[in-house]
C-alpha cells in the first residue's frame, strides 16, 4: 500500500502486488487520484474552444408536490446561443423557425451552457474569492488544485462504466467553504483521461427565485471540441417552502459553431431595440429552416 501526501491530507492507493514472475504478468497500477484528475484537466485542455455555438435543446422538467404526491413532466424545445468569452447566453422558449422577427429572448450568463467546462489556454481570473470553482470553466479548479494547500480530498471511489466507456469515479470532498468548493465527483476515461460525466452543486436562478441545486453534466465531442451536452439539475420553485421540487433535464439535439456574431445578440437593451425595429431573426438564418431536417438526421 502507498500513502500519497497531499498537504495535510493522506490518500491511501492500494495496489496488487505481482505474482511469480515465471507465471503472471505485473498488472499496471492505477494511478493516484491526483493524477488522475491533472491528467483529464491537461487532456480537456487540449481541446480547442469554440468563440460561439448555436444550441437546440430538448427540455424536460418533472415536477413532484411533496404534500399532495403530485406529478407531472413537461417537455419543450429551447434554443440558445452562447458566446464562450464571457458565458452570455440568449435564451428563446422554442425553435423559432421563420426568421421574420426577433423573439422574446432571456439574455445573461448561462448555468448549463455546451461551454460551462471548458478549459481556456490560461487560468481564468480569481479576482472574486467567493466564485465557486464549478460554472465559469474548470480553468481555476486546475490552477487550485494541485498546489501545496489543497481544496479538496480526493479519492478513487472505483472504476466503473459509463455506457461503453470505462472510467476512473472521483469523489471530491471539500476541506472548507462546500459553497465555493462546489466539484463533487468526475468520471473520467481510463485509457484517453477525457472527462465524461461531472456532478457539482450549485445555484439556479429562475421566476424571480433562486435555490440550490445538485448538477450532473455529461460530455461528448462535437466538431472537434469537447462539450456539455445533456444537463440534469434540481431547482426548488420560490415560495414552496420545500414542498415542491423540480427536476430538469436539458439535451442538446443540435449545435452548430458558427465564427461570429454580433455582439448586439448578448446585450439585452440593445437587442430589445432590435427586436422593437422589427428586425428579422438573425439565428433563424443558421438553423435548419424545418424541423423535419433535424429530426431526419435522428438529432431531434
Known sequence: MNVRTLGATYLLIVTLGAGPAATTTAATPTPAPIDIFVQAMR??????????????????IHYYQRRTGQEFTRS??????????DHMENAVDGWPTDGTHL?????????????????????????????PDVGRGLGVIDTISVTASPIYAITLAGVERLGVHTTYHLVFRPLSDPQRHNLRDLWID????????AHYTSTYVADGGSSPSDVTTIFAPVAGYWMATETTWTY????????AALVLDATTRLMVFPKELPGWLFDQRRYDRHRHRHEPDYLASLLPADRDVCQQNGQC
Request: net charge positive.
Open 43 to 60: 487532456r480537456l485542455r487540449s481541446y480547442p474552444a469554440p468563440a460561439y455555438a448555436i444550441c437546440i435543446d430538448a427540455w424536460t
Open 103 to 131: 423573439p422574446n429572448a432571456w439574455i445573461g450568463k448561462e448555468f448549463v451552457g455546451p461551454d460551462a467546462w471548458l478549459i481556456r489556454p490560461k487560468p481564468l481570473p480569481t479576482a472574486n474569492p467567493a466564485e
Open 190 to 197: 481510463t485509457k484517453t483521461y477525457d472527462l465524461w460525466k
Open 236 to 243: 426548488v420553485p420560490p415560495l414552496a417552502f420545500g414542498k
Open 76 to 85: 419543450s424545445l429551447r434554443r440558445f446561443a452562447y458566446r464562450t468569452a
